[in-house]
């Protein structure tokens, strides 16, 4: 199957510091790629469509500014929380798929523990 | 917006028995998929089903999908310690999917 990879796979940062996050298909090109909150315990929530070449859809409720998109490859897609704080703490998971369509299952990254301090 | 949701149970059963999880939409999909993600991991797709296909096989586990009751079910049968993880159904609508709430599944050796 194909591969998704995100780095890294857990970091701790201090308040008011930015993170990023970085989502690569291996072995795809892939134009969109999704990224995913997560909860203890809980379901994964969409927080943003990442489109190669163009800019991200946010999701209602979900703060563009706090949470960077940018896809700037067909390999690539980075999320940055800016200026985090201990509610931001949470487990963020990206996903791509091969296929275009309908008919399409997603591949996802590893995840990533943030916790901030 | 579309979105799986499973029973919200937390099964715990004995190694070698079955386990079965439910999952309900709301509105018309395309096809429903089941995730498995072990603790602190990121989710691994198990099994798609097309709208158009009622019940699907692969290895040990076995998927049905009733569009008129807008449901579907996973069964997982002769679970082994490995099988311990949480499972989480999808519907695929506007380009993305949805996901239920997911399903805690532990398998006691």
């Known amino acids: 199957g194909a591969v998704v990879s995100q780095h890294p796979s857990w970091v701790i940062c201090k308040s008011g510091t930015s993170v990023k996050i970085e989502c690569r298909s291996l072995?795809?090109?892939?134009?969109?790629m999704f990224w995913y909150r997560q909860f203890p315990k809980q379901s994964l929530m969409l927080m943003a469509t990442?489109?190669?070449?163009?800019?991200?859809?946010?999701e209602q409720g979900v703060e563009k500014d706090k949470f960077l998109i940018n896809h700037a490859s067909l390999t690539l897609s980075t999320l940055t929380v800016t200026s985090a704080h201990p509610e931001d703490s949470s487990f963020y998971i990206c996903?791509?798929?091969?296929?275009?369509?309908?008919?399409?299952?997603?591949?996802f990254g590893q995840g990533t523990r943030l916790t901030v301090v | 917006s579309q979105q799986g949701e499973e029973d919200p149970q937390a099964l715990s059963i004995q190694e070698g028995e079955n386990a079965t999880m439910n999952c309900s939409y709301k509105t018309s999909i395309n096809n429903l998929q089941w995730y498995r993600q072990n603790s602190g991991r990121g989710l691994v797709h198990l099994i798609l089903?097309?709208?158009?296909?009622r019940e699907k096989h692969s290895g040990r586990l076995r998927v049905t999908l009733d569009t008129s009751k807008k449901s579907s079910s996973l069964l997982i049968t002769a679970s082994r310690a490995a099988d311990t993880a949480s499972y989480f159904c999808a519907v695929y609508g506007n380009n993305r999917l949805a996901f239920g709430k997911g399903n805690q599944v532990v398998v006691i050796p």
């Open positions: 990442s489109n190669e070449g163009s800019k991200a859809t946010y």
């Open positions: 072995d795809f090109q892939a134009t969109t």
């Open positions: 089903i097309r709208s158009n296909e």
């Open positions: 996903s791509a798929n091969p296929r275009q369509g309908a008919v399409a299952e997603a591949f």
